[in-house]
């Protein structure tokens, strides 16, 4: 009878634990996935490469993209961009792939026109990100 009785009285606070403990797995998981994305690189420390790159990106991208968030503007932040591991669209922010989404657009991006040097600053600025 004892041992019926202290079943019967642990049994209700484990029912309402059991779901608060499950919730709180869940949150934990969810926010393991919500890392810090990592610092950009000081302008400070910028090759002229990369200085010349921010020129071209405040001509050419910055009217759609922010460049130090991942907050959209017209277009997708950019804060991190060659860092993870794929781009608002899935695939790996390679050169070879922002070179041709850059050039060619995509979606609602239109195509932009650069020459070659421009768009290797504007690569070596996007990797400072």
Known sequence: M???LFLSQT????AVLTPALALAAVLAAALAG????????????WTMEESRGAIVF????AKCHHP???RP?????LQALT????????????????TQVILRGRNMM??????DEQMSDLLAYLRTL
Do not use: F, Y
């Not at 049994?11 to 484990?14: E, G, S, Y």
């Not at 860092?83 to 922002?98: A, C, F, H, N, W």
């Not at 239109?110 to 020459?115: C, G, N, S, V, Y």
């Open 11 to 14: 049994a209700a606070p484990l």
């Open 68 to 70: 130090t968030t991942r």
């Open 2 to 4: 004892r041992t019926r």
């Open 58 to 61: 405040q001509q050419k991208c």
């Open 110 to 115: 239109p195509a932009t026109q650069i020459t």
């Open 73 to 77: 503007l017209n277009g997708p932040g």
């Open 83 to 98: 860092k993870v591991k794929s781009m608002p669209s899935g695939v790996p922010p390679t050169d070879e792939r922002l």
């Open 34 to 45: 919500c890392r810090a994305l990592p610092a950009s690189k000081p302008e400070a420390l």
